[in-house]
C-alpha cells in the first residue's frame, strides 16, 4: 500500500523574533603560558622500579619452588 501524500507545511513568519547583536571586535591578546621543564630523572627512577619487581619476583618463585 503506498504511503499517502503528507500536506504541505505551512510557511512561517517570524515577526516577534529579535535583531542579530553584533559582536564587538576584541582585541587580540596574547597569553603568556608557563611550561614547566622535563624531568630527566624518570627513566632512572623506572628502571630501579622495574628491577626492585625483578628482584620480589625472582624472590617469590624462590619460595614457591623450595
Avoid: F, H, N
Avoid at 547583536?21 to 611550561?35: D, F, K, N, T
Amino acid at each position: 500500500m503506498p504511503d499517502p501524500r503528507s500536506k504541505p507545511l505551512p510557511t512561517v513568519q517570524m515577526k516577534k523574533t529579535q535583531p542579530l547583536i553584533a559582536m564587538p571586535l576584541a582585541a587580540p591578546q596574547s597569553a603568556a603560558i608557563a611550561v614547566a621543564p622535563a624531568e630527566k630523572s624518570a627513566s632512572p627512577l623506572g628502571w630501579v622500579l622495574l628491577g626492585v619487581s625483578v628482584v620480589i619476583l625472582i624472590i617469590q618463585i624462590w619460595t614457591y619452588v623450595s
